[in-house]
């Protein structure tokens, strides 16, 4: 065992997650997980989700397999423990560690150095690539006329882009030095005296590994097609680049797994051939409009930060809002997942609101580990407790004939649907 603080107690029932030289996992049968319980409702959340977890786990392999919890500390909890801090090295140490984890929702706080918790847990950890899925489940309320038709699965790049956070604000030296420098050496003139300037930046790299994250993705899934949005009509340094570098590694290292439209049209093959993901790109305001309009054409998006933020948010409104939405940070060999949603403060310890985001967040995270059927356990039984119509306020309300019931009575529910 590695010498932590007495914040962390390394539970001696279970084994730490291993990688090879690839990244892939050696997961064992009593893998020790990190848990970040959040902030605000994060407590009534993550106690749900675990129960719901740990039963699944247990049905699916009759106690042969088992997550041995770690609590990791991020947040106010981690304040509590920590003189104050908000987000201790030794956290981000034993994430490294333990390769695994999974949180709540965190309350970055005001006035500290901290742009966000979040983005700084996904920048210090190297999770480059934020995961989406976004489905529909059978009764959940909709603004969709056909909310069954969005199946999507969004990889944003979690990195670069104006998250990178590297911005000058009015007024300051720096800012007049950035300014004196384009106007003077780069004639570029194109703003006004005074503006706040921001960078954005977005590399060959950084652009590559998650776009080549989301064609793994769809191979390993059977997916369709793997689609790159981007600005690049406008910012063709940044975002266009994004979007050559994308069909560059696609012809590079996936010849014989990807076609692109233009290889199709030459072939005069429609629709693509089989076995072959079809690489395509649509420019960001227009897919708002697609997913709205013809959803059935994409399945995997691949996109830089800013859009894929709006994105999966907007995506998520449209299957039942972010409280459902899961959500996960992948790095090479080391993955956090995440409730994707606020921490509600004004709901803290009322054991009221809906669980699913969280929930499933811990289904994708037993896919990750390879536990298929303990994650297929969970959804069936969502899915079923759904079709009674026993659901949370947030669904309660805008459902006919439902049931409304607590955030934990809700996991019962779910635990007792599992076969």
């Avoid at 990889?155 to 956070?165: H, K, S």
């Avoid at 030296?173 to 570029?188: I, Q, S, T, V």
């Avoid at 580990?369 to 009674?388: C, H, M, P, V």
Wanted: hydrophobic content about 40%; some cysteine; aromatic content about 10%.
């Amino acid at each position: 065992m590695v010498n932590w603080s007495p914040n962390v107690v390394e539970p001696s029932d279970g084994a730490r997650i291993e990688a090879d030289e690839n990244g892939h996992l050696q997961v064992p049968d009593h893998p020790i997980i990190c848990y970040i319980e959040g902030d605000g409702i994060g407590y009534d959340i993550t106690t749900a989700s675990l129960r719901i977890w740990d039963a699944a786990v247990k049905i699916a392999y009759g106690g042969s397999r088992k997550i041995a919890w770690l609590e990791t500390y991020a947040g106010e909890k981690a304040a509590a423990h920590y003189d104050g801090d908000y987000m201790p090295d030794e956290t981000f140490e034993v994430l490294k560690h333990f390769r695994v984890g999974i949180k709540g929702p965190l309350t970055t706080p005001v006035g500290t150095g901290f742009r966000s918790l979040n983005v700084t847990l996904r920048q210090v950890l190297d999770l480059f690539a934020c995961i989406r899925p976004i489905r529909w489940y059978q009764n959940v309320p909709s603004p969709l006329k056909r909310p069954q038709d969005v199946n999507v699965v969004i990889f944003r790049e979690n990195t670069e882009d104006i998250y990178a956070g590297i911005e000058f604000a009015s007024g300051t030296a720096d800012n007049r030095k950035l300014a004196r420098f384009l106007r003077e050496d780069l004639a570029a003139n194109h703003f006004f005296e005074d503006a706040g300037l921001g960078i954005k930046p977005i590399s060959p790299f950084g652009s590559k590994r998650l776009i080549r994250a989301a064609i793994e993705y769809a191979i390993q899934r059977e997916r369709k097609s793997v689609t790159l949005v981007h600005k690049g009509n406008i910012q063709k340094y940044t975002e266009g680049a994004f979007q050559k570098w994308g069909y560059e590694l696609a012809a590079d290292e996936y010849p014989d797994q990807t076609i692109t439209w233009e290889a199709m049209s030459a072939n005069g093959s429609h629709p693509n051939p089989a076995g072959k993901i079809l690489i395509q790109d649509v420019i960001a305001d227009i897919m708002f409009q697609k997913m709205l309009l013809r959803p059935r054409e994409h399945d995997v998006i691949a996109t830089t930060n800013l859009n894929g933020d709006y994105l999966s948010d907007a995506l998520a409104a449209q299957v039942g809002g972010v409280g459902i939405a899961p959500g996960a940070n992948i790095g090479d060999g080391i993955a956090l997942f995440e409730a994707t949603h606020g921490t509600a403060p004004k709901y803290t310890n009322l054991d009221k609101v809906n669980p699913g985001s969280l929930l499933f967040s811990g289904v994708m995270m037993l896919e990750h580990i390879g536990w298929f059927e303990a994650a297929s356990l969970i959804t069936q039984a969502y899915e079923a407790t759904l079709l009674d119509r026993i659901v949370t306020y947030d669904f309660a309300r805008q459902m006919d004939q439902a049931t409304e019931v607590s955030t934990s009575a809700f996991a019962s529910s779910i635990i007792d649907r599992m076969s």
